[in-house]
């Protein structure tokens, strides 16, 4: 069973930095991606950034030279990091794989980012 795991998430002031991790298990395929979402109140859940099996990445414009979205393939871990948070920023930050036609998907966890 495919379990996906974030951490890092906390309240952190306007232009500080937070560092997400997405801890996998139960993977049984190599080649998979991985990317990071995000829903505020009231606002439909919006893809951050997302990485290929092979490193490539991809990000929306609005965290474009802000966010970026590695992985270790070793540890099956995948991570964002934030800098130069804006109070927009503030939501649930939730990570997906994908592979073999599946998506699998974390709980979350919290950002919040104040003026």
């Known amino acids: 069973q495919v379990q996906l795991v974030e951490s890092g998430g906390g309240l952190v002031q306007a232009g500080g930095s937070l560092r997400l991790s997405c801890a996998t298990s139960?993977?049984?395929?190599?080649?998979?991606?991985m990317g990071w979402y995000r829903q505020a109140p009231g606002k439909q859940r919006e893809s951050v950034a997302r990485?290929?099996?092979?490193?490539?990445?991809n990000y929306a414009d609005f965290v474009k030279g802000r966010f970026t979205i590695s992985r270790d393939n070793a540890k099956n871990t995948a991570y964002l990091q934030m800098n130069s948070l804006k109070p927009e920023d503030t939501a649930v930050y939730s990570c997906?794989?994908?592979?073999?036609?599946?998506?699998?998907w974390g709980q979350g966890t919290q950002v919040t980012v104040s003026s």
């Open positions: 990485i290929s099996s092979g490193g490539y990445t």
């Open positions: 997906s794989l994908q592979t073999g036609g599946n998506t699998y």
């Open positions: 139960g993977i049984i395929r190599s080649m998979y991606s």
